[in-house]
């Protein structure tokens, strides 16, 4: 039973990991129409810049300035790279480009910092454990919970209450109309991709606290966040959040029954998702067909 | 017509004489055989990418699925290299064909993610059945046995094994070419096409996309068989999504509409590959990385469908068009 608690206690924080990453990468399939396969690079670069920053601006800085950067790296890439992939009607040469780029950034990110993993310093305060009763937890877990699920609310706030943000949902649902009605729908997307990208990238400093960084770090959590995204839905960010809580909950709780499956349970439900309801528990329906 | 002989003929002519010419620019016959392996894997996933256009990201589950059924066989039941390849085969193509009815009626981006997730369900229980695949490790306690033509045994050095494989490829491109000019080769085109339309004619659109999987995970994992054999390896990498996105990107590269596109692809891909790799050993994937890029900034339809462009821009020139409108351009 403790194991089981413990387990499915860490199924839930790598479920809100992949329901933040999958936020990201939701927004841009949906605004940007770019199957973003380096959305786990972007993740990799925002954790490793906050690691080489936090020695001189402190943890509580790099966190910020970490995932800033890495927006801001996806403001460039959007608009020397992704822009000219709208006007492509198959999804399969954005995919092919970002593609090219994850492995780019992969094997920068090896130059500069190396193959071998590097850990993380969290401040000592939160890396205590706060309760041993049921299961050992440190406060950085919680920590990490209460983090994703304040940015998971304010990415909605945002969305629903600023004008920015209404365009952005607006471009969702008919990109065209929201051009002629006089928004500028380059920088929505440029906007819209920086949000995806610096969402990544809080999401890779936060990891890096739990587990070791590394440049590969980023290939297991982007298949992941797909497998989350198709699983909530394309096209619906609630969607996605719940999709990434059901696939992380789905592979602590088989770790502590079947470790061997822990992997490759999350592919399985993704198969069963797409045969039973191939749009997702809350995706549009013929969106992306 | 004439064209479509001269070509074909200079192809294979190029091929069966590579061990003559090939050293001459600094080639070796084990980087051809990977060429030819690697070509006729993404000639296979072309049939489904290029001509019946189903994206799919999980080739790789068949090619490494044939390589570990030749090691498996190598290692536990028999040392015929002819069955080993056809042991191989057997086992990526019938994974396909069942895997098939589950993917076949998704499109697009579902079909894609459908193709991966399965990819990664064989990656994982390759890296975690210790016991009989090496796990993470790979499988490597099998190698190369010598042919036996019952009264001669020929080793299968470099070179031999350059023809062993050029022997499948042939048997590879020849079924995909007869294919091609078929009625079912045809009936994949007017998929592509248009779907609907294709409906409307009273085709099953979705027992076709499941023949063209099948067939394309046999002939990948015909390949991957012959991977198996020229490394006397195989590992889960094999099966990983990146290998996917390797294979699919040779068929894009080469042009995914051309019937040799995806050989051009593959001497691209996998020259690059070992000329990059031998000078910068840690950097090649940015190589490979930024290929990606340029191709599909630069060449959408790829080399061969670039070329093609070329041609018919340069024939068509003297002769003025009947509307007397300007050409338009494909918008890039």
Not at chain 1, 126 to 154: E, H, K, M, N
Not at chain 2, 170 to 182: R, Y
Not at chain 2, 186 to 192: L, M, N, Y
């Amino acid at each position: 039973m403790q194991l089981l608690l413990f387990d499915g206690f860490n199924g839930l924080i790598q479920g809100t990991f992949y329901a933040l990453m999958a936020l990201g990468l939701s927004l841009i399939i949906t605004l940007n129409s770019v199957i973003n396969f380096a959305h786990g690079g972007f993740m990799v670069v925002g954790a490793y810049l906050a690691f080489t920053l936090e020695p001189y601006i402190g943890f509580w800085a790099a966190l910020v300035v970490g995932p800033v950067l890495a927006g801001v790296i996806g403001i460039l890439v959007e608009r020397t790279l992704v822009r000219y992939m709208y006007g492509r009607p198959d999804p399969i040469y954005s995919l092919l480009m970002t593609f090219g780029f994850a492995l780019i950034i992969e094997d920068t990110v090896r130059t500069i910092w190396g193959a071998q993993g590097v850990p993380f310093r969290i401040p000592t305060a939160l890396g205590s454990p706060v309760s041993t009763t049921y299961f050992f937890l440190t406060g950085y877990r919680l920590f990490v919970i209460a983090a994703i699920a304040l940015a998971a609310i304010a990415l909605f706030a945002f969305l629903r209450m600023s004008r920015f943000g209404i365009r952005i949902r607006a471009g969702i649902l008919d990109l065209e109309t929201v051009s002629s009605l006089g928004v500028n729908v380059y920088l929505l997307r440029t906007v819209n991709f920086a949000i995806g990208t610096l969402l990544a990238g809080f999401a890779g400093v936060l990891a890096a606290g739990i587990l070791q960084l590394a440049p590969t770090m980023g290939d297991d959590v982007i298949m992941a966040t797909f497998v989350a995204v198709v699983v909530g839905g394309i096209g619906s960010l609630f969607g996605s959040v719940l999709g990434g809580l059901l696939i992380g909950l789905a592979a602590g709780v088989t770790t502590a029954y079947y470790p061997a499956a822990s992997d490759v349970v999350i592919y399985i439900i993704m198969a069963v998702v797409l045969i039973v309801r191939p749009r997702g528990l809350l995706g549009q329906e013929g969106l992306f067909e | 017509m004439n064209r479509r002989v001269y070509i074909n003929g200079a192809v294979w002519l190029l091929l069966v004489t590579a061990a003559l010419w090939l050293p001459l620019i600094g080639g070796y016959m084990a980087l051809a055989s990977r060429v030819l392996l690697y070509a006729l894997a993404a000639m296979g996933l072309n049939l489904l990418l290029g001509f019946t256009g189903c994206m799919s990201f999980g080739e790789a589950a068949y090619f490494g699925l044939g390589g570990y059924g030749t090691g498996l066989y190598l290692t536990y039941i028999g040392h015929s290299m002819v069955v080993s390849v056809i042991a191989g085969t057997l086992l990526g193509g019938v994974a396909a064909f069942i895997f098939g009815p589950l993917v076949m009626r998704r499109r697009g981006i579902y079909f894609a993610m459908i193709t991966v997730a399965i990819g990664q369900i064989f990656y994982f229980i390759a890296e975690r059945w210790n016991s009989l695949t090496g796990g993470e490790d790979g499988l490597s306690g099998f190698s190369r046995q010598p042919l036996h033509f019952g009264f001669v045994t020929v080793p299968l050095d470099a070179t031999a094994f350059y023809y062993f494989v050029l022997f499948f490829f042939a048997i590879g491109t020849g079924i995909i070419a007869v294919l091609l000019h078929s009625p079912l080769g045809h009936t994949f085109v007017a998929i592509r096409e248009n779907r609907r339309r294709a409906q409307f004619l009273g085709i099953h659109v979705e027992r076709y996309v499941w023949a063209s999987f099948a067939i394309a995970g046999f002939i990948a994992s015909l390949a991957g068989a012959l991977n198996a054999l020229q490394n006397n390896f195989i590992s889960p990498i094999n099966l990983y999504w990146v290998e996917s996105g390797n294979l699919v990107i040779m068929a894009v590269l080469g042009g995914m509409r051309s019937f040799w596109g995806p050989l051009v692809g593959a001497i691209i891909f996998v020259g690059i590959q070992d000329y990059v790799s031998s000078y910068f050993p840690n950097n090649w994937e940015t190589f490979i990385g930024g290929l990606f890029i340029v191709a599909v900034l630069f060449f959408p339809n790829g080399i061969l469908g670039l070329a093609r462009r070329r041609g018919r821009r340069a024939a068509a020139v003297p002769q003025p068009s009947e509307s007397g409108e300007p050409q338009v351009r494909e918008a890039t």
